[in-house]
């Protein structure tokens, strides 16, 4: 019977893990309906390419060294010890502390709910530099981004590692809620800062310091990057 409870147990959060992950990952639809809505019109190509580019770059850095830093996970996936799942669960089943309330899951499972939002800390950054910066630059600051910045930031509050090891924001009282500071607030002081150093978007200054109205060029595809994204948040 306990071995029962167990599998359904691993099966459970797995499953889980799986289904958040993918309401995460369909936020990635969200971004990009939302910012290619919101720019002129001849930057609707740059915007999408800009979008899938992030999420490729983030899977790939958090995979090499992302997931190795925010972990010690092992680099190419050498962490993610559950490749026999059968072993796994055996080793786990037959030991009398299975139960002592930790999670059960698939390690690869873990993964995939942590680099969607590796991507969606980065697409904070899409969107708040769209139309102020190039391509190969945004593409070169989301390396940085998703494979150290995010990955360092996240060991010291989930992994629980000390600050350059001089202290421990849990033993100060820091508690992240549901990634509010690891995902949101790094994304938003990413983009904070690049939104301060490029300035505004051209155009939207006149030679007089007049301000010029920049409409976007889809409203409606806008609007559906907002649910898209109201539904992924939920």
């Given amino acids: 019977m306990e071995n029962n409870i167990f599998h359904l147990q691993y099966a459970m959060d797995t499953f889980y893990f799986l289904v958040c992950g993918a309401l995460v990952m369909w936020m ?4 990009a309906m ?18 899938v580019a992030l ?12 997931y190795y ?11 993610i010890a559950d490749v026999d799942v059968a ?11 299975g139960f002592e309330g930790g ?21 904070i950054v899409s969107g708040a530099v769209a139309e102020r910066m190039k391509l190969w630059a945004f593409l070169a600051f989301a390396v940085v981004m998703t494979g150290f910045i995010y990955p360092m930031e996240g ?3 989930w992994n629980g590692a000390d600050v350059f090891g001089m202290y421990n924001l849990g033993d100060l009282g820091f508690s992240d809620f549901a990634g509010s500071g690891i995902v949101h607030m790094a994304g938003a002081a990413a983009a904070l800062a690049g939104v301060l150093l490029l300035g505004a978007r051209k155009g939207k200054y006149g ?28």
Avoid at 28 to 31: D, I, M
Avoid at 69 to 79: E, R
């Fill in 69 to 79: 830093i925010m972990y010690d996970g092992g680099v190419f996936l050498s962490g």
């Fill in 34 to 51: 939302l910012e290619s809505g919101l720019v002129r019109s001849k930057n609707t190509t740059e915007i999408l390419t800009k979008n």
């Fill in 155 to 157: 060991s010291w509050t």
């Fill in 87 to 97: 072993a796994t669960l055996g080793e786990f089943a037959g030991r009398e502390d």
């Fill in 207 to 234: 030679a007089n310091g007049q301000v010029n109205a920049i409409p976007g060029a889809n409203l409606p595809l806008a609007t559906l990057g907002t649910f898209i994204l109201w539904m992924g948040w939920f």
């Fill in 55 to 66: 999420f490729a770059i983030s899977c790939i850095m958090y995979l090499v060294c992302g």
């Fill in 103 to 123: 999670s059960i899951y698939s390690g690869a499972s873990d993964f995939f709910f942590q680099v969607v939002f590796v991507a969606t800390a980065m697409s």
């Fill in 28 to 31: 990635a639809a969200g971004f």
